[in-house]
């Protein structure tokens, strides 16, 4: 037992101090709800390497992930006290509320760890691939930022880092979006800021426009005439570096570069029976310059682009889009519609990148859905990856689904139309189906599929079983087959993976899942993974 002693005028202030805040008004506690989820994954298993004799056949991962999601609603008590207040207006003011998501990835496998044979030289891994070290050691924010509803009434407010999948795909933007319901059925989207790319603050790897490997990073050297230059990779003859991990040889200066990216977009609001949108987006990025001493090399150096005349911008576009989209439910009679487009022009490009049209027809358990769409792929407006685009196609969709109760049934057919294809091979057919049903209390699903498209034939299925042993404990296993001919020589053949899966319950909120994965492939003749994930979710009232 520990026992303080306090002087006479000490302990008569803290006496007084207890009285008063005893005798205080009670405060109105907050009501904003706090919800946080943790979660931890390990994972092990080997890699086949890229090689047939001597060492290093296979390569070693050794992940750890740490994920952590914070969320609290109602900041300020806002929608609380209209509710005790006027329990008929909660609709009527503003909510503000914050939401994060912390990531933290550890590979301490041979994986990133280890070191490759370049030439004569052996180099760490994550020197000669730059974007391995993002896994050696990386902590991110895929998002977070504070959002603000029905201020004014009028307007939704999200501000920080936010993850956007729409029309023009999936991308990060470090900034501010606005949306404004007009009292009309439209509404105006106003979205500004920096585009998330690779080496932004605490950014997700992969997320930059252009797929260059960061060893290749290429700069223009000038000739000794206008014109005569060439694009060679970078001068690294830096002083030299040995950091662990991260990379001593990564160097892209362009990568480096912000991109302002700005959204303009109109919307349906309010329709119950559309959902439609026409939405406007341009990403730039400034032109790197020198990136050393103009005298570096053999030849005055102009900049990391040719520029021996000033014929390199100050600013270039990564990418400038115009979509629309629209969807309409109606129903007829007994029939249910929902017919459906989509367009999306690169500005860019000067053309047609994507674009699709559709029907689903629902009538009781049964839905039919045909659909055809084009396709041009197209590349950030730095990127030299355009190059090797695939080919524009033409792609035809037939989907059948049934379901009804735990009984569910889905089949899908496809034709595909490359352009150009003088071998005459640019048709291609596919399909699949799929069942699901339950069996008191085992569910089981299975799935049949044919892809005779580009790089080879494929035929497969797979089947999975799930049975919750217990209240506590739920058992899966799952097996899956493949086979593959015309790809390579190396991929060429059938391959086979047995998986078991089990989740066990801890507490409320509070699971472990371990997974085992058992595979064998031309490329990889035995392959055993394990993965285990502790999952911690915790919903405090506050």
Same mark, same amino acid.
């Given at each position: 037992?520990?026992?303080?002693?306090?002087?006479?005028?000490?302990?008569?202030?803290?006496?007084?101090?207890?009285?008063?805040?005893? #005798?205080?008004?009670?405060?109105?506690?907050?009501?904003?709800?706090?919800?946080?989820?943790?979660?931890?994954?390990?994972?092990?298993?080997?890699?086949?390497?890229?090689?047939?004799?001597?060492?290093?056949?296979?390569?070693?991962?050794?992940?750890?992930?740490?994920?952590?999601?914070?969320?609290?609603?109602?900041?300020?008590?806002?929608?609380?006290? $209209?509710?005790?207040?006027?329990?008929?207006?909660?609709?009527?003011?503003?909510?503000?509320?914050?939401?994060?998501?912390?990531?933290?990835?550890?590979?301490?496998?041979?994986?990133?760890? +280890?070191?490759? /044979?370049?030439?004569?030289?052996?180099?760490?891994?994550?020197?000669?691939?730059?974007?391995?070290?993002? +896994?050696?050691?990386?902590?991110?924010?895929?998002?977070?930022?504070?959002?603000?509803?029905?201020?004014?009434?009028?307007?939704?407010?999200?501000?920080?880092?936010?993850?956007?999948?729409?029309?023009?795909?999936?991308?990060?933007?470090?900034?501010?979006?606005?949306?404004?319901?007009?009292?009309?059925?439209?509404?105006?989207?106003?979205?500004?800021?920096?585009?998330?790319?690779?080496?932004?603050?605490?950014?997700?790897?992969?997320?930059?426009?252009?797929?260059? /490997?960061?060893?290749?990073?290429?700069?223009?050297?000038?000739?000794?005439?206008?014109?005569?230059?060439?694009?060679?990779?970078?001068?690294?003859?830096? /002083?030299?570096?040995?950091?662990?991990?991260?990379?001593?040889?990564?160097?892209?200066?362009?990568?480096?570069?912000?991109?302002?990216?700005?959204?303009?977009?109109?919307?349906?609001?309010?329709?119950?029976?559309?959902?439609?949108?026409?939405?406007?987006?341009?990403?730039?990025?400034?032109?790197?310059?020198?990136?050393?001493?103009?005298?570096?090399?053999?030849?005055?150096?102009? +900049?990391?682009?040719?520029?021996?005349?000033?014929?390199?911008?100050?600013?270039?576009?990564?990418?400038?889009?115009?979509?629309?989209?629209?969807?309409?439910?109606? $129903?007829?009679?007994?029939?249910?519609?929902?017919?459906?487009?989509?367009?999306?022009?690169?500005?860019?490009?000067?053309?047609?990148?994507?674009?699709?049209?559709?029907?689903?027809?629902?009538?009781?358990?049964?839905?039919?859905?045909?659909?055809?769409?084009?396709?041009?792929?197209?590349?950030?407006?730095?990127?030299?990856?355009?190059?090797?685009?695939?080919?524009?196609?033409?792609?035809?969709?037939?989907?059948?689904?049934?379901?009804?109760?735990?009984?569910?049934?889905?089949?899908?057919?496809?034709?595909?139309?490359?352009?150009?294809?003088?071998?005459?091979?640019?048709?291609?057919?596919?399909?699949?189906?799929?069942?699901?049903?339950?069996?008191?209390?085992?569910?089981?699903?299975?799935?049949?599929?044919?892809?005779?498209?580009?790089?080879?034939?494929?035929?497969?299925?797979?089947?999975?079983?799930?049975?919750? /042993?217990?209240?506590?404990?739920?058992?899966?296993?799952? #097996?899956?087959?493949?086979?593959?001919?015309?790809?390579?020589?190396?991929?060429?053949?059938?391959?086979?993976?047995?998986?078991?899966?089990?989740?066990?319950? #801890?507490?409320?909120?509070?699971?472990?899942?371990?997974?085992?994965?058992?595979?064998?492939?031309?490329?990889?003749?035995?392959?055993?993974?394990?993965?285990?994930?502790?999952? #911690?979710?915790?919903?405090?009232?506050?």
């Amino acid at each position: 037992m520990r026992v303080t002693c306090y002087r006479p005028a000490v302990a008569r202030a803290l006496a007084a101090a207890v009285v008063l805040a005893a #005798l205080a008004p009670a405060a109105p506690a907050r009501a904003y709800r706090l919800e946080l989820s943790a979660r931890t994954l390990a994972k092990l298993y080997e890699l086949p390497a890229l090689r047939l004799i001597g060492g290093d056949l296979t390569l070693s991962r050794r992940q750890f992930r740490q994920d952590l999601t914070v969320t609290a609603w109602d900041l300020g008590d806002l929608a609380a006290r $209209r509710a005790r207040r006027h329990p008929g207006l909660l609709d009527r003011g503003p909510v503000a509320w914050v939401t994060a998501d912390l990531e933290l990835d550890h590979d301490f496998g041979a994986w990133t760890m +280890g070191q490759v /044979a370049v030439g004569d030289d052996r180099l760490d891994a994550i020197d000669a691939i730059p974007e391995l070290a993002s +896994g050696a050691v990386g902590f991110t924010i895929p998002y977070a930022y504070l959002a603000i509803d029905r201020l004014g009434g009028a307007l939704d407010v999200r501000l920080g880092r936010q993850l956007r999948f729409d029309e023009f795909g999936g991308a990060g933007l470090d900034g501010v979006a606005l949306r404004i319901h007009t009292g009309a059925p439209v509404a105006i989207e106003v979205e500004g800021g920096l585009r998330v790319r690779d080496r932004s603050p605490l950014a997700i790897a992969g997320s930059d426009l252009d797929g260059l /490997a960061g060893a290749d990073c290429r700069e223009y050297v000038e000739g000794a005439t206008p014109g005569t230059g060439t694009w060679q990779v970078i001068d690294r003859s830096r /002083a030299p570096r040995d950091t662990r991990l991260a990379s001593d040889r990564g160097f892209c200066p362009q990568r480096d570069a912000w991109q302002p990216t700005v959204e303009l977009a109109v919307a349906a609001d309010g329709v119950p029976w559309l959902d439609a949108r026409l939405a406007y987006r341009r990403t730039r990025s400034r032109t790197v310059g020198l990136i050393g001493a103009v005298d570096r090399l053999d030849h005055p150096d102009t +900049g990391l682009y040719p520029d021996e005349q000033g014929q390199a911008p100050a600013w270039g576009d990564n990418a400038e889009l115009v979509s629309a989209s629209a969807r309409a439910r109606r $129903r007829v009679a007994r029939l249910a519609l929902e017919p459906w487009a989509y367009a999306r022009y690169s500005l860019l490009h000067a053309g047609l990148e994507r674009a699709g049209a559709g029907v689903l027809l629902a009538r009781g358990a049964h839905q039919v859905e045909p659909e055809v769409a084009r396709t041009v792929p197209v590349f950030d407006g730095d990127s030299i990856w355009s190059v090797f685009a695939i080919r524009p196609a033409v792609d035809a969709r037939l989907r059948y689904g049934f379901r009804r109760g735990a009984r569910r049934l889905g089949a899908l057919a496809w034709l595909r139309r490359y352009d150009r294809d003088p071998d005459g091979t640019g048709l291609v057919l596919g399909g699949a189906a799929s069942a699901a049903a339950e069996l008191r209390r085992l569910a089981v699903r299975g799935e049949l599929y044919v892809d005779g498209g580009y790089g080879g034939r494929r035929v497969g299925g797979s089947v999975h079983a799930r049975w919750p /042993a217990t209240r506590a404990v739920d058992l899966t296993g799952g #097996l899956a087959v493949v086979d593959v001919a015309g790809a390579s020589p190396r991929s060429d053949g059938t391959s086979a993976t047995v998986l078991g899966h089990a989740a066990w319950q #801890l507490d409320e909120g509070v699971a472990v899942m371990v997974t085992g994965e058992l595979g064998h492939a031309p490329i990889a003749p035995l392959a055993f993974r394990t993965l285990a994930v502790l999952d #911690l979710a915790f919903e405090p009232d506050m």
